[in-house]
Protein backbone atom coordinates (compact mmCIF):
# COMPACT_ATOMS: atom_id res chain seq x y z
CA UNK A 1 0.00 0.00 0.00
CA UNK A 2 1.16 3.43 -0.75
CA UNK A 3 2.41 5.59 2.42
CA UNK A 4 -0.08 8.53 0.54
CA UNK A 5 -2.92 8.48 -1.00
CA UNK A 6 -5.17 11.39 -2.56
CA UNK A 7 -8.32 9.52 -4.37
CA UNK A 8 -10.44 12.04 -6.50
CA UNK A 9 -10.36 15.11 -3.94
CA UNK A 10 -12.75 18.31 -4.02
CA UNK A 11 -12.75 20.55 -1.97
CA UNK A 12 -15.34 23.52 -1.88
CA UNK A 13 -15.30 26.77 -0.18
CA UNK A 14 -18.79 28.68 0.80
CA UNK A 15 -18.87 32.02 0.53
CA UNK A 16 -21.82 34.85 1.39
CA UNK A 17 -24.54 36.17 3.63
CA UNK A 18 -24.47 33.34 6.13
CA UNK A 19 -20.80 34.98 7.11
CA UNK A 20 -22.16 38.29 8.22
CA UNK A 21 -25.33 37.21 10.09
CA UNK A 22 -26.56 35.05 13.02
CA UNK A 23 -27.73 31.92 13.10
CA UNK A 24 -31.30 32.78 13.41
CA UNK A 25 -31.52 35.11 10.99
CA UNK A 26 -29.18 32.32 8.59
CA UNK A 27 -31.93 30.21 9.24
CA UNK A 28 -34.93 32.35 8.59
CA UNK A 29 -33.29 33.46 5.25
CA UNK A 30 -32.29 29.68 4.06
CA UNK A 31 -36.35 28.81 5.03
CA UNK A 32 -37.86 31.85 2.49
CA UNK A 33 -34.75 31.57 0.19
CA UNK A 34 -33.89 35.35 0.98
CA UNK A 35 -29.66 34.78 0.89
CA UNK A 36 -27.15 33.97 -1.50
CA UNK A 37 -24.40 31.53 -1.00
CA UNK A 38 -21.74 31.12 -3.74
CA UNK A 39 -19.89 28.07 -4.17
CA UNK A 40 -16.33 28.05 -4.74
CA UNK A 41 -14.44 25.05 -5.83
CA UNK A 42 -10.58 25.24 -5.01
CA UNK A 43 -9.64 21.80 -5.89
CA UNK A 44 -11.31 19.07 -8.32
CA UNK A 45 -11.00 15.58 -8.68
CA UNK A 46 -7.70 15.35 -7.54
CA UNK A 47 -5.80 11.52 -7.40
CA UNK A 48 -2.40 10.91 -6.90
CA UNK A 49 -0.17 8.32 -4.56
CA UNK A 50 3.07 8.81 -3.07
CA UNK A 51 5.80 5.75 -2.46
CA UNK A 52 8.47 5.92 0.43
CA UNK A 53 11.47 7.78 -0.76
CA UNK A 54 9.65 9.51 -3.23
CA UNK A 55 8.80 13.53 -4.16
CA UNK A 56 6.40 15.05 -5.49
CA UNK A 57 6.33 18.64 -7.06
CA UNK A 58 3.27 20.60 -7.25
CA UNK A 59 3.12 23.27 -9.93
CA UNK A 60 0.51 25.84 -11.04
CA UNK A 61 0.19 29.41 -11.21
CA UNK A 62 -1.09 31.31 -8.20
CA UNK A 63 -4.47 30.22 -7.32
CA UNK A 64 -4.60 27.32 -8.88
CA UNK A 65 -5.49 25.53 -5.72
CA UNK A 66 -1.85 23.78 -4.38
CA UNK A 67 -1.72 25.60 -0.89
CA UNK A 68 -5.41 24.15 -0.04
CA UNK A 69 -4.76 20.54 -1.30
CA UNK A 70 -1.92 20.52 0.86
CA UNK A 71 -3.83 21.31 3.60
CA UNK A 72 -6.23 18.67 2.96
CA UNK A 73 -3.53 16.05 2.59
CA UNK A 74 -1.82 16.93 5.96
CA UNK A 75 -5.36 16.57 8.04
CA UNK A 76 -6.08 20.26 8.66
CA UNK A 77 -9.30 20.33 6.56
CA UNK A 78 -11.74 17.76 5.19
CA UNK A 79 -11.87 17.25 1.72
CA UNK A 80 -15.44 17.98 0.40
CA UNK A 81 -15.29 15.00 -1.75
CA UNK A 82 -13.01 11.91 -2.28
CA UNK A 83 -10.59 11.31 0.63
CA UNK A 84 -7.02 10.86 1.72
CA UNK A 85 -5.47 8.06 3.17
CA UNK A 86 -1.64 8.39 5.13
CA UNK A 87 0.78 5.58 6.60
CA UNK A 88 2.90 7.53 9.25
CA UNK A 89 3.25 10.34 11.06
CA UNK A 90 2.84 13.79 8.31
CA UNK A 91 5.43 17.11 8.88
CA UNK A 92 3.44 19.75 7.12
CA UNK A 93 5.46 22.75 7.04
CA UNK A 94 2.66 25.47 5.57
CA UNK A 95 2.88 29.03 6.52
CA UNK A 96 6.45 28.77 8.02
CA UNK A 97 6.41 32.45 9.70
CA UNK A 98 2.99 32.09 11.29
CA UNK A 99 2.13 30.66 15.25
CA UNK A 100 4.94 32.62 17.03
CA UNK A 101 5.07 35.17 19.87
CA UNK A 102 6.25 38.24 18.45
CA UNK A 103 7.13 39.26 22.39
CA UNK A 104 8.98 36.25 23.30
CA UNK A 105 12.25 35.80 22.88
CA UNK A 106 13.37 33.51 19.78
CA UNK A 107 14.78 30.92 22.09
CA UNK A 108 11.49 30.67 23.98
CA UNK A 109 9.41 30.60 20.58
CA UNK A 110 11.74 27.71 19.80
CA UNK A 111 10.69 26.03 22.26
CA UNK A 112 6.63 26.86 21.85
CA UNK A 113 6.69 25.87 18.25
CA UNK A 114 8.64 22.33 19.25
CA UNK A 115 5.45 22.29 21.73
CA UNK A 116 2.83 22.97 18.52
CA UNK A 117 4.39 19.61 17.00
CA UNK A 118 4.54 17.37 19.56
CA UNK A 119 7.85 17.65 20.12
CA UNK A 120 8.99 16.99 24.15
CA UNK A 121 10.77 18.92 26.40
CA UNK A 122 13.69 17.07 26.89
CA UNK A 123 14.21 16.32 22.82
CA UNK A 124 14.20 20.50 22.65
CA UNK A 125 16.41 20.78 25.16
CA UNK A 126 19.01 18.16 23.11
CA UNK A 127 18.37 19.58 20.40
CA UNK A 128 17.97 23.24 20.78
CA UNK A 129 21.45 24.26 19.90
CA UNK A 130 21.62 22.64 16.66
CA UNK A 131 18.50 24.11 15.56
CA UNK A 132 19.46 27.05 16.31
CA UNK A 133 22.83 26.91 14.65
CA UNK A 134 20.90 25.32 11.41
CA UNK A 135 19.05 28.85 11.56
CA UNK A 136 21.95 30.88 11.56
CA UNK A 137 20.34 32.70 14.60
CA UNK A 138 23.00 32.21 17.84
CA UNK A 139 23.45 36.12 17.60
CA UNK A 140 19.73 36.56 17.40
CA UNK A 141 18.23 34.03 20.63
CA UNK A 142 17.83 36.31 23.56
CA UNK A 143 16.13 39.24 21.40
CA UNK A 144 11.90 39.60 21.04
CA UNK A 145 10.89 37.43 17.85
CA UNK A 146 9.36 40.53 16.45
CA UNK A 147 12.78 42.03 15.75
CA UNK A 148 13.39 39.17 13.49
CA UNK A 149 13.01 39.76 9.45
CA UNK A 150 10.84 37.99 7.79
CA UNK A 151 13.55 35.28 6.24
CA UNK A 152 15.04 34.42 9.56
CA UNK A 153 11.81 33.94 10.87
CA UNK A 154 11.31 31.40 8.52
CA UNK A 155 14.57 29.68 8.77
CA UNK A 156 14.01 28.86 12.67
CA UNK A 157 10.42 27.43 11.66
CA UNK A 158 12.35 25.13 8.86
CA UNK A 159 15.11 24.40 11.74
CA UNK A 160 12.60 23.52 13.93
CA UNK A 161 10.13 21.31 11.75
CA UNK A 162 13.23 19.32 10.20
CA UNK A 163 14.38 18.21 13.26
CA UNK A 164 12.71 14.90 12.95
CA UNK A 165 11.82 11.88 10.32
CA UNK A 166 8.61 12.25 9.57
CA UNK A 167 6.95 9.47 7.20
CA UNK A 168 5.40 12.08 5.29
CA UNK A 169 6.83 15.56 4.63
CA UNK A 170 4.63 18.53 3.24
CA UNK A 171 6.54 21.60 2.04
CA UNK A 172 5.00 24.89 0.99
CA UNK A 173 7.28 27.18 -0.62
CA UNK A 174 9.74 26.59 2.39
CA UNK A 175 12.76 25.88 0.16
CA UNK A 176 13.11 29.60 -1.20
CA UNK A 177 13.63 30.81 2.38
CA UNK A 178 17.08 33.05 3.63
CA UNK A 179 19.65 33.61 0.90
CA UNK A 180 21.33 31.18 -1.76
CA UNK A 181 23.96 29.38 1.08
CA UNK A 182 20.86 28.77 3.18
CA UNK A 183 18.77 27.34 0.31
CA UNK A 184 21.41 24.99 -0.70
CA UNK A 185 21.60 24.12 2.65
CA UNK A 186 17.95 23.51 3.42
CA UNK A 187 17.69 21.35 0.02
CA UNK A 188 20.83 19.27 1.34
CA UNK A 189 18.65 19.00 4.42
CA UNK A 190 15.45 17.78 2.36
CA UNK A 191 17.53 14.84 0.60
CA UNK A 192 18.39 13.53 3.54
CA UNK A 193 15.27 13.61 5.33
CA UNK A 194 14.13 11.85 2.14
CA UNK A 195 16.71 9.45 1.57
CA UNK A 196 15.53 8.44 5.08
CA UNK A 197 12.19 7.21 3.60
CA UNK A 198 10.13 10.02 4.14
CA UNK A 199 7.29 10.37 1.14
CA UNK A 200 7.31 14.33 0.45
CA UNK A 201 5.69 16.79 -1.38
CA UNK A 202 6.68 20.26 -2.59
CA UNK A 203 4.79 23.31 -3.59
CA UNK A 204 7.33 25.88 -5.37
CA UNK A 205 7.19 28.34 -8.00
CA UNK A 206 10.94 27.31 -8.86
CA UNK A 207 10.54 25.46 -11.30
CA UNK A 208 14.81 24.27 -11.46
CA UNK A 209 14.26 23.32 -7.49
CA UNK A 210 11.25 20.96 -9.01
CA UNK A 211 13.30 19.36 -11.61
CA UNK A 212 16.50 18.74 -9.11
CA UNK A 213 14.43 17.27 -6.16
CA UNK A 214 11.01 16.10 -7.35
CA UNK A 215 11.24 11.84 -8.63
CA UNK A 216 7.12 13.20 -10.59
CA UNK A 217 4.89 16.16 -10.64
CA UNK A 218 1.16 17.59 -10.01
CA UNK A 219 0.31 20.04 -12.02
CA UNK A 220 -3.01 21.92 -10.98
CA UNK A 221 -4.15 24.96 -12.72
CA UNK A 222 -7.46 26.89 -11.12
CA UNK A 223 -8.20 23.96 -9.19
CA UNK A 224 -8.34 21.51 -11.86
CA UNK A 225 -5.54 18.51 -12.32
CA UNK A 226 -3.87 18.98 -15.89
CA UNK A 227 -2.00 16.33 -15.36
CA UNK A 228 0.61 13.76 -13.27
CA UNK A 229 3.51 12.15 -13.78
CA UNK A 230 7.23 12.59 -15.43
CA UNK A 231 9.05 15.72 -13.54
CA UNK A 232 10.82 16.86 -16.75
CA UNK A 233 7.94 16.44 -19.72
CA UNK A 234 5.88 18.20 -17.17
CA UNK A 235 8.42 20.96 -15.95
CA UNK A 236 8.75 21.65 -19.42
CA UNK A 237 4.90 21.99 -20.49
CA UNK A 238 4.54 23.94 -17.83
CA UNK A 239 7.52 26.41 -19.17
CA UNK A 240 6.03 26.20 -22.47
CA UNK A 241 2.37 27.44 -20.68
CA UNK A 242 3.95 30.41 -18.81
CA UNK A 243 6.18 31.20 -22.41
CA UNK A 244 2.44 31.28 -24.07
CA UNK A 245 3.66 29.04 -26.45
CA UNK A 246 0.93 26.36 -25.46
CA UNK A 247 -2.56 27.11 -24.15
CA UNK A 248 -3.54 25.26 -21.03
CA UNK A 249 -5.85 23.23 -23.85
CA UNK A 250 -2.79 22.36 -26.20
CA UNK A 251 -0.95 21.26 -22.46
CA UNK A 252 -4.14 18.78 -21.61
CA UNK A 253 -3.55 17.58 -25.28
CA UNK A 254 -0.43 16.78 -25.43
CA UNK A 255 0.17 15.22 -21.97
CA UNK A 256 -3.17 13.05 -22.99
CA UNK A 257 -0.81 12.41 -26.45
CA UNK A 258 2.34 11.18 -24.62
CA UNK A 259 0.33 8.86 -22.68
CA UNK A 260 -0.91 6.99 -25.72
CA UNK A 261 0.51 3.56 -27.76
CA UNK A 262 1.41 4.07 -31.06
CA UNK A 263 2.21 1.97 -34.23
CA UNK A 264 5.39 4.65 -35.21
CA UNK A 265 7.48 7.30 -33.06
CA UNK A 266 9.08 10.07 -35.12
CA UNK A 267 11.93 11.66 -33.43
CA UNK A 268 12.65 14.64 -35.75
CA UNK A 269 10.23 16.90 -37.34
CA UNK A 270 12.08 17.96 -40.15
CA UNK A 271 10.71 17.09 -43.94
CA UNK A 272 11.86 13.66 -43.54
CA UNK A 273 9.92 12.82 -40.75
CA UNK A 274 6.72 14.45 -41.47
CA UNK A 275 6.74 12.90 -44.63
CA UNK A 276 6.78 9.33 -43.15
CA UNK A 277 4.44 10.23 -40.58
CA UNK A 278 2.21 11.62 -43.20
CA UNK A 279 2.57 8.38 -45.23
CA UNK A 280 1.99 6.07 -42.68
CA UNK A 281 -0.81 7.93 -40.25
CA UNK A 282 -2.69 7.77 -44.58
CA UNK A 283 -2.45 3.68 -44.00
CA UNK A 284 -3.68 3.91 -41.20
CA UNK A 285 -1.33 3.76 -38.62
CA UNK A 286 -0.94 5.92 -35.57
CA UNK A 287 1.94 7.76 -35.24
CA UNK A 288 3.47 10.27 -33.08
CA UNK A 289 6.14 13.09 -33.57
CA UNK A 290 8.49 14.60 -31.39
CA UNK A 291 10.87 17.30 -31.17
CA UNK A 292 13.47 18.46 -28.96
CA UNK A 293 13.52 22.42 -30.17
CA UNK A 294 10.72 24.94 -29.23
CA UNK A 295 9.10 24.36 -32.66
CA UNK A 296 8.22 22.05 -35.56
CA UNK A 297 9.70 21.50 -38.74
CA UNK A 298 13.61 21.21 -38.09
CA UNK A 299 15.76 23.26 -40.06
CA UNK A 300 12.95 24.49 -42.47
CA UNK A 301 10.74 26.47 -39.69
CA UNK A 302 10.36 30.27 -40.09
CA UNK A 303 8.96 32.83 -37.86
CA UNK A 304 7.11 36.12 -38.61
CA UNK A 305 9.57 39.16 -37.74
CA UNK A 306 7.08 42.17 -38.21
CA UNK A 307 5.47 41.08 -41.75
CA UNK A 308 9.11 39.24 -42.67
CA UNK A 309 9.23 35.29 -43.21
CA UNK A 310 12.49 34.28 -41.35
CA UNK A 311 13.78 30.77 -41.99
CA UNK A 312 15.62 30.49 -38.45
CA UNK A 313 18.06 28.18 -39.27
CA UNK A 314 19.45 29.70 -42.46
CA UNK A 315 17.85 29.92 -46.00
CA UNK A 316 15.86 27.32 -47.71
CA UNK A 317 15.15 27.04 -51.41
CA UNK A 318 12.93 23.87 -52.64
CA UNK A 319 14.61 22.71 -56.05
CA UNK A 320 13.94 19.58 -57.73
CA UNK A 321 13.61 17.69 -60.98
CA UNK A 322 11.98 14.88 -59.43
CA UNK A 323 7.77 15.39 -60.75
CA UNK A 324 6.55 12.71 -57.83
CA UNK A 325 8.33 14.77 -55.51
CA UNK A 326 7.12 18.70 -56.79
CA UNK A 327 3.84 17.00 -57.04
CA UNK A 328 3.74 15.83 -54.04
CA UNK A 329 4.28 19.12 -51.98
CA UNK A 330 2.12 21.13 -53.72
CA UNK A 331 -0.73 19.25 -52.32
CA UNK A 332 0.00 20.90 -49.06
CA UNK A 333 1.14 24.53 -50.28
CA UNK A 334 1.99 26.90 -53.37
CA UNK A 335 5.44 28.04 -54.15
CA UNK A 336 6.90 31.44 -54.74
CA UNK A 337 9.02 31.07 -58.12
CA UNK A 338 12.79 31.92 -56.96
CA UNK A 339 15.55 30.72 -59.47
CA UNK A 340 18.70 30.08 -56.59
CA UNK A 341 20.74 29.26 -60.20
CA UNK A 342 20.51 25.12 -59.14
CA UNK A 343 19.57 24.25 -63.15
CA UNK A 344 16.20 22.28 -61.94
CA UNK A 345 13.05 22.45 -63.14
CA UNK A 346 11.71 23.20 -60.47
CA UNK A 347 12.85 26.08 -57.61
CA UNK A 348 10.58 27.89 -54.93
CA UNK A 349 10.04 29.02 -51.56
CA UNK A 350 6.80 28.18 -50.10
CA UNK A 351 4.20 30.83 -49.33
CA UNK A 352 4.20 31.86 -46.05
CA UNK A 353 7.40 29.77 -45.53
CA UNK A 354 7.66 26.37 -44.96
CA UNK A 355 5.84 25.93 -41.33
CA UNK A 356 3.01 25.86 -43.74
CA UNK A 357 4.42 22.14 -45.40
CA UNK A 358 4.68 21.32 -42.11
CA UNK A 359 1.55 21.89 -40.57
CA UNK A 360 -0.10 20.26 -44.06
CA UNK A 361 2.04 17.22 -43.06
CA UNK A 362 1.31 16.78 -39.88
CA UNK A 363 -2.59 17.31 -40.04
CA UNK A 364 -4.29 15.26 -37.62
CA UNK A 365 -1.05 13.79 -36.37
CA UNK A 366 -0.41 14.09 -33.05
CA UNK A 367 3.31 16.68 -32.61
CA UNK A 368 4.83 17.81 -29.24
CA UNK A 369 7.82 20.21 -29.12
CA UNK A 370 10.07 20.51 -26.32
CA UNK A 371 10.31 17.26 -25.94
CA UNK A 372 13.84 15.05 -26.29
CA UNK A 373 14.14 11.59 -27.49
CA UNK A 374 15.52 10.76 -24.14
CA UNK A 375 12.94 12.58 -22.15
CA UNK A 376 10.32 10.44 -23.34
CA UNK A 377 12.17 7.08 -23.11
CA UNK A 378 12.53 7.71 -19.50
CA UNK A 379 9.21 8.43 -18.79
CA UNK A 380 7.02 6.04 -21.37
CA UNK A 381 9.99 3.48 -22.39
CA UNK A 382 7.20 1.28 -24.15
CA UNK A 383 4.90 4.31 -26.35
CA UNK A 384 4.95 2.49 -29.81
CA UNK A 385 6.24 -0.69 -31.50
CA UNK A 386 8.61 0.99 -33.53
CA UNK A 387 10.81 4.02 -33.85
CA UNK A 388 11.99 6.53 -36.61
CA UNK A 389 14.63 8.51 -35.91
CA UNK A 390 15.81 11.23 -37.61
CA UNK A 391 18.28 12.90 -34.83
CA UNK A 392 22.10 12.59 -34.74
CA UNK A 393 23.19 9.03 -34.89
CA UNK A 394 25.58 9.41 -32.70
CA UNK A 395 23.62 10.66 -30.28
CA UNK A 396 20.98 8.21 -30.32
CA UNK A 397 23.95 6.02 -28.77
CA UNK A 398 25.19 8.72 -26.43
CA UNK A 399 28.32 9.22 -28.58
CA UNK A 400 29.49 6.02 -27.24
CA UNK A 401 32.44 5.81 -30.37
CA UNK A 402 33.10 9.49 -30.74
CA UNK A 403 31.47 12.61 -32.21
CA UNK A 404 30.70 12.37 -35.69
CA UNK A 405 31.50 16.03 -37.18
CA UNK A 406 29.94 18.29 -39.90
CA UNK A 407 30.46 21.79 -41.15
CA UNK A 408 29.41 24.57 -39.37
CA UNK A 409 27.62 28.07 -39.69
CA UNK A 410 27.34 31.11 -37.29
CA UNK A 411 24.64 32.82 -38.47
CA UNK A 412 23.94 36.65 -37.22
CA UNK A 413 20.08 38.28 -37.74
CA UNK A 414 19.67 41.65 -37.74
CA UNK A 415 16.19 44.03 -37.66
CA UNK A 416 16.41 46.87 -39.49
CA UNK A 417 14.64 49.64 -39.56
CA UNK A 418 15.04 50.26 -43.42
CA UNK A 419 13.02 49.15 -46.06
CA UNK A 420 15.76 47.26 -47.83
CA UNK A 421 19.43 46.17 -47.00
CA UNK A 422 20.64 44.95 -50.76
CA UNK A 423 18.68 44.48 -53.83
CA UNK A 424 18.31 41.11 -54.13
CA UNK A 425 18.05 37.93 -51.71
CA UNK A 426 21.06 36.26 -51.61
CA UNK A 427 24.51 38.55 -52.00
CA UNK A 428 27.85 36.79 -52.04
CA UNK A 429 29.88 39.58 -50.53
CA UNK A 430 34.08 40.37 -52.77
CA UNK A 431 37.00 39.30 -51.25
CA UNK A 432 37.32 43.27 -50.64
CA UNK A 433 34.36 44.00 -48.97
CA UNK A 434 35.46 45.39 -46.02
CA UNK A 435 32.00 46.10 -44.31
CA UNK A 436 31.61 42.42 -44.85
CA UNK A 437 34.61 41.01 -43.84
CA UNK A 438 34.72 37.66 -43.30
CA UNK A 439 30.66 37.24 -44.37
CA UNK A 440 30.32 34.48 -47.02
CA UNK A 441 27.05 35.22 -47.44
CA UNK A 442 24.27 37.81 -46.67
CA UNK A 443 20.56 37.03 -47.05
CA UNK A 444 17.76 39.05 -47.02
CA UNK A 445 14.47 37.21 -46.60
CA UNK A 446 11.92 39.41 -47.41
CA UNK A 447 13.27 39.42 -51.17
CA UNK A 448 12.19 36.00 -51.62
CA UNK A 449 8.35 36.14 -51.25
CA UNK A 450 8.22 39.86 -52.03
CA UNK A 451 6.65 41.07 -48.59
CA UNK A 452 5.97 44.35 -48.13
CA UNK A 453 7.44 45.10 -44.63
CA UNK A 454 8.81 49.01 -43.71
CA UNK A 455 11.41 46.71 -41.74
CA UNK A 456 13.65 44.08 -43.30
CA UNK A 457 15.46 41.29 -41.39
CA UNK A 458 19.13 40.06 -42.97
CA UNK A 459 21.38 37.38 -41.79
CA UNK A 460 24.77 37.53 -42.04
CA UNK A 461 27.03 34.02 -42.38
CA UNK A 462 30.41 33.41 -41.14
CA UNK A 463 31.59 29.80 -41.60
CA UNK A 464 32.65 28.32 -37.99
CA UNK A 465 34.37 25.37 -36.53
CA UNK A 466 32.21 22.56 -35.83
CA UNK A 467 31.89 21.78 -31.80
CA UNK A 468 29.38 19.83 -30.17
CA UNK A 469 26.20 22.10 -29.92
CA UNK A 470 26.95 24.20 -32.77
CA UNK A 471 24.68 23.93 -35.73
CA UNK A 472 25.04 21.20 -37.72
CA UNK A 473 25.68 21.44 -42.11
CA UNK A 474 27.14 18.98 -44.04
CA UNK A 475 28.09 15.83 -42.42
CA UNK A 476 31.87 15.57 -43.15
CA UNK A 477 32.23 12.47 -44.90
CA UNK A 478 36.15 11.97 -44.69
CA UNK A 479 37.42 8.43 -43.94
CA UNK A 480 37.83 8.91 -40.74
CA UNK A 481 34.58 9.83 -40.13
CA UNK A 482 33.12 7.22 -42.28
CA UNK A 483 35.04 4.52 -40.03
CA UNK A 484 32.97 5.86 -37.27
CA UNK A 485 29.87 6.09 -39.12
CA UNK A 486 30.65 2.15 -39.40
CA UNK A 487 30.58 1.72 -36.16
CA UNK A 488 27.68 3.52 -35.87
CA UNK A 489 25.72 1.72 -38.27
CA UNK A 490 26.76 -1.56 -36.37
CA UNK A 491 25.47 -0.83 -33.31
CA UNK A 492 22.08 0.21 -35.28
CA UNK A 493 21.92 -3.31 -36.77
CA UNK A 494 21.36 -4.60 -33.52
CA UNK A 495 18.56 -2.23 -32.69
CA UNK A 496 15.75 -3.61 -35.44
CA UNK A 497 13.13 -1.37 -34.10
CA UNK A 498 14.58 1.47 -34.94
CA UNK A 499 14.85 2.96 -38.23
CA UNK A 500 17.34 5.66 -38.73
CA UNK A 501 16.16 8.14 -41.44
CA UNK A 502 17.07 11.67 -42.58
CA UNK A 503 20.43 13.96 -43.28
CA UNK A 504 21.52 13.47 -39.27
CA UNK A 505 20.11 9.47 -38.55
CA UNK A 506 22.21 8.46 -41.80
CA UNK A 507 25.02 10.77 -41.77
CA UNK A 508 24.14 11.65 -45.32
CA UNK A 509 23.60 15.18 -46.74
CA UNK A 510 20.14 16.28 -48.71
CA UNK A 511 18.05 18.23 -50.24
CA UNK A 512 14.99 18.50 -48.97
CA UNK A 513 13.62 17.32 -51.93
CA UNK A 514 15.93 14.19 -51.50
CA UNK A 515 14.89 14.18 -48.17
CA UNK A 516 11.11 13.83 -49.03
CA UNK A 517 11.79 11.21 -51.62
CA UNK A 518 13.96 9.08 -49.43
CA UNK A 519 11.01 9.52 -46.56
CA UNK A 520 8.38 8.54 -49.19
CA UNK A 521 10.53 5.34 -50.12
CA UNK A 522 11.03 4.54 -46.68
CA UNK A 523 7.15 4.35 -45.79
CA UNK A 524 6.76 2.31 -48.76
CA UNK A 525 9.11 -0.16 -47.49
CA UNK A 526 7.45 -0.23 -44.19
CA UNK A 527 4.00 -0.67 -45.73
Aim: aromatic share 10%.
Amino acid sequence: MSILEVHDVSIQYLTGDFKEIGLKEYVMRKLTHNYHVNEFWADRHVSFTLEKGEMLGIIGSNGAGKSTLLKAVAGIMEPTEGYVTRQGNVAALLELASGFDGDLTVKENAYLRGAMLGYTRKFMDETYNEIIAFAELEAFQDRPFKQLSSGMKSRLAFAIASMVQPDILILDEVLSVGDGAFRKKSEAKMKEIIAGGAATILVSHSLEQVRELCTKVLWLEHGEQIACGDTAILCGLYQQYLDKTITLDQGKDIWASLRGHYDYLIVGSGLYGCTFAREMADKGKKCLVIDGRPQLGGNVACEDVDGVTVHKYGPHIFHTDNEKVWNYVNRFVSFVSYDGGFGEAHQGIPQGGYNGLVEGLLKGVPAVTGVSWQMLMEAFPNISDKVLYTGTIDGFFEYSEGHLEYDSLKIELEELEQKCYQDEAVVIPEENDEEHSGCTRVVEYKHFLHEKSPKTVVAFEYPQEWLPGRMMCRPVRDEKNMALYGKYQALAAERPEVIFGGRLGEYRYYTMADAIAMALDRAAQEI
